[in-house]
């Protein structure tokens, strides 16, 4: 009875890792998946990571592997909330935010499509094309019918904003659409703060939804408020009408990739005091509802990782230096690729590696390109041309622009 089923290819990122792990070439970088470095090409464990295990360990009154409660650990979701929303939003609106812990930012979307498919089916889920990978299986497993966006521009390497603007004009009415709060992936362009506001204006005026995927909160300007400018915008703009959406990881701005430690939090549209405090526990015992039928509780060393971090002021501050340390090595990491392929007269423009933002640079290479950059190169990337720029050090980067400059002239 099984014989029928189809066989279906590897996952395209995870299937890069594989690859990746199997070549002995000594000279292999790997650009796929988004994960941070040092400049000796190791994962690094933050040292505000190392001091929260610390005193996680040393505290033996404490220190357990009990179940966590359904809707997640309290300093973790507490905590989180005012990364994303900062103190002031939190504490004029605490009472319309609706916070429980997931299973990193896939968990949270994965979430929010729960929640949608339960109560908004008919509407459409929009994406940006191109987007990350996951998100358009993550809602149709759901049975959501997704669309997509206007966003990139391959030609100029810039944002198609009037087509993305006239994109939110014209879909139907309350439909949600799925924005990257910052270091858009895979393409590393953000739209700027004025675009911004004219597109959550246009979210408003159609009463749309906007569900915002937070995944490198810290990785686009290396402070955390710059980079949730939008969603603080969509904050003060959005949930008048309609409720805004965030899904939240730090699996890349705390290192915690397999730990999976997110939230997903919902904004209740801003109505009287009377109708919050009975929307609030509807929604909250819904949240908590999809996360027992599906995880039971959500899990706990990472959380507890994180909600120490957050719930101690020097530990936090070491957390801010900890992100700058990561997001200023790729900013120069850009800057050496760049300067490396201008010397090289490697043909095209490469201004670009250095303009864009977060994790990725969104090369322009094309698929042929970045098959014969691993195979003859064991240089490997995205087929769609994204290069995880955190897998670039002082000792590869020549390297590499040498493989891109022959790919891109033979
Ligand atoms: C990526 O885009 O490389 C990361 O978000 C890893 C993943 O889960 O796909």
């Given at each position: ?7 279906l290819?590897a996952?395209a ?5 594989q ?12 650009l ?5 470095r ?8 933050l040292?505000a990571?190392?001091a ?14 009990e179940?966590l ?9 507490k905590?989180?909330?005012?990364v994303l ?6 504490n ?10 997931s299973?990193?930012?896939t ?19 929009y ?43 014209t ?7 799925v ?14 703060e004025?675009q ?18 937070s ?19 969509g ?8 409720p805004?959406?965030?899904c ?20 209740l ?7 919050t ?17 599906e ?9 507890k ?10 530990l936090?501050?070491?957390w801010?230096?900890d992100m700058?340390?990561m ?20 043909p ?6 250095v ?8 090369t322009g290479?094309s ?8 195979e003859?190169?064991a ?11 955190a ?9 590499v622009?040498?493989a891109?400059?022959?790919?891109v002239?033979?």
């Open positions: 009875i099984l014989n029928e089923i189809e066989q290819p996952d990122l995870f299937g890069i890792k690859r990746y792990g199997q070549d002995d070439r000594a000279t292999k970088v790997d796929g998946i988004g994960a941070y040092d400049n000796t090409g190791k994962p690094w464990l040292p990571v190392r929260a295990e610390q005193k996680i360990h040393s505290d033996v009154a404490t220190y357990n592997h179940y409660p359904i809707t997640g650990l309290p300093a973790l979701t905590g989180a909330a005012q929303f900062g103190e002031e939003l939190v004029e609106h605490s009472d319309r935010i609706v916070t429980v812990q299973i990193s930012g968990g949270a979307l994965h979430i929010a499509a729960k929640f949608l498919s339960k109560f908004f089916s008919s509407k459409k889920i994406l940006s094309d191109p987007t990350w990978a996951n998100h358009k299986a993550i809602f149709e497993a759901q049975g959501l019918t997704t669309t997509t966006y206007p966003y990139w521009n391959a030609a100029t390497k810039s944002l198609r904003f009037q087509e993305f603007l006239h994109a939110i004009e879909a139907p009415e309350g439909s949600v659409f924005l990257h709060a910052c270091a858009h992936n895979p393409t590393g362009l953000d739209p700027t004025e911004w506001t004219e597109l959550i204006d246009a979210i408003a005026k159609y009463d749309h939804i906007a569900l915002f995927d995944a490198y909160q810290g990785f686009a300007s290396g402070s955390l408020s710059k980079d949730a400018y939008a969603v603080r915008l904050m003060k703009k959005l949930a008048l009408a309609s805004i959406l965030v939240q990881s730090f699996a890349k701005n705390v290192g915690m990739y397999g730990e999976r430690v997110g939230c997903f939090h919902i904004v549209p801003n109505q009287s005091e009377e109708t405090a009975v929307v609030k526990p509807a929604v909250q015992s819904q949240l908590a509802k999809i996360v027992r039928s995880v039971s509780n959500p899990p706990a060393y990472g959380a990782i994180v909600g120490t971090i957050l719930a101690d002021d020097v936090t501050n070491q801010y230096t700058i340390t997001s200023s090595r790729i900013q120069t990491m850009r800057v050496s690729l760049r300067n490396a392929l201008i010397n090289l007269k490697t095209g423009t490469w201004d670009h590696i303009e864009q933002c977060g994790m990725f640079s969104f290479l698929p042929e390109m970045v098959k014969r950059l691993e003859e190169h240089v490997y990337m995205v087929g769609s041309g994204r290069a995880s720029i897998g670039l050090n002082e000792g590869n980067v020549e390297y622009a040498n891109i400059d022959e790919v002239r033979h």
